[in-house]
């Protein structure tokens, strides 16, 4: 079985074809699928994704760093209420993104740091989006290191150095459809990091692995994913498959 640790499946790309397109996740090999927050503005979907799919769905909760406007407060206020009333599986997604914009940094620093301490409260990982903006994560983090700071570096792209980093706050790297690019270059040193520290994703409908490059994404190419992987590794991708599952129940406690 594998698991697709990142996957916006209540996407708006989804609406005509959901259904369909989560039976070729079935029939690929997905059993398990783990859902990030973008803002309040899709809660309700999220809810009604789990309602239909209870034994294959685990919800974040989160408010995605692109989302941090001049509303922030509010939207934080409204992450926090969901926590109140319900159980997640993580705080996520949260993090640090400059490439659209680089005038709200300092309260996404807010935000982000905010969140951190809102999944040690419930002894919960973090999924961080970083775009831009290792130094900047990092920075936060390092004011946030402790022994309950632990989560996944979603879509990690950074080098070698930063990977190594990264699993020095007890991250586990998110391994999507950038590694099959032929510019991607985390191929390149991927098979210097233990497989242990890794689990896999798809963020679809965003970042199709090749061939789909461009199209909308699906979690089915979770198995292009793995398939690439085994091949980095030279192990098969039933193994593959195995150890980044247990990877993910490491982090989601599930």
Known sequence: MLTDTHTHLYSEAFSEDRDSMMQRAFNAGVGRFFIPAIDSGYTKAMYELEREYPDQVFLMMGLHPTSVKENYLDELAHVERQFEKRKFFAVGEIG????WDVSTLEIQRIAFKRQIQLAKKYNLPIVIHCRDAFDEIFEVLETERDEKLFGIFHCFTGTYEQAQRAIGFQ???GIGGVVTFKNGMIDQFLRQIPLEHIVLETDAPYLSPAPFRGKR????????VCQKIAEIYTISEKEVAKITTE???AIFKI
């Open 96 to 99: 640090i993104d400059l490439y």
């Open 171 to 173: 991250m586990k790297l």
């Open 217 to 224: 994404n699906e979690s089915s190419y979770l198995a292009l």
């Open 247 to 249: 990877n993910s129940k």
